[in-house]
């Protein structure tokens, strides 16, 4: 089983929740979905939240796969960096990728990935929960 965990910031964005959820259903990038909205803190900045969309679910991409379509996700949505997750649970070596995936059009310093500032889905500090089966 491979799983793929996306967190999308929400400020700034040009598509809403619906909108953002929409696309990823578009995408046919996930077999089954999870959603759900936390609060999210900014890289190094004290106080400084954003909501966020956080998507967890099983895929059958390839992380190179995953990458291409979240650069488009950072475009589609006007987002500086999207982080992602992706770890090949039946795989020998159990295969795990996380990486910052930043616009083509971001100029700025570059963050690695960090996972103290990554989100996963679970009960804590939530607007919502979704869960949503096989498409």
Same mark, same amino acid.
Request: with cysteine; glycine share 4%.
């Given at each position: 089983?491979?799983?793929? $965990?996306?967190?999308? *910031?929400? +400020? +700034? +964005?040009?598509?809403?929740?619906?909108?953002?959820? $929409?696309?990823?259903?578009? =995408?046919?990038?996930?077999?089954?979905?999870? %959603?759900?909205?936390?609060? *999210?803190?900014?890289l190094h900045q004290v106080n400084k939240y954003e909501p966020t969309l956080i998507v967890e679910g099983e895929t059958k991409q390839? #992380?190179?796969?995953?990458? $291409?379509?979240?650069? +488009?996700? @950072?475009?589609?949505?006007?987002?500086? @960096?999207? #982080? %992602? =997750?992706?770890?090949?649970?039946?795989?020998?070596?159990?295969?795990?990728t996380n990486k910052l995936v930043y616009n083509v059009a971001f100029k700025g310093f570059k963050h690695k990935f960090d996972e103290?500032?990554?989100?996963?889905? *679970?009960?804590?500090? =939530?607007?919502?929960?979704?869960?949503? *089966?096989?498409?």
């Amino acid at each position: 089983m491979k799983t793929l $965990k996306i967190n999308i *910031g929400l +400020n +700034n +964005n040009t598509l809403d929740e619906e909108k953002i959820i $929409k696309e990823i259903f578009k =995408s046919n990038i996930f077999e089954f979905l999870l %959603f759900q909205k936390k609060r *999210g803190e900014y890289l190094h900045q004290v106080n400084k939240y954003e909501p966020t969309l956080i998507v967890e679910g099983e895929t059958k991409q390839t #992380p190179e796969q995953i990458e $291409k379509y979240i650069v +488009n996700l @950072c475009t589609l949505t006007n987002q500086d @960096c999207i #982080p %992602f =997750s992706f770890a090949d649970l039946l795989s020998k070596e159990k295969d795990q990728t996380n990486k910052l995936v930043y616009n083509v059009a971001f100029k700025g310093f570059k963050h690695k990935f960090d996972e103290n500032y990554f989100l996963t889905i *679970g009960n804590t500090d =939530s607007d919502y929960f979704l869960a949503i *089966g096989n498409k």
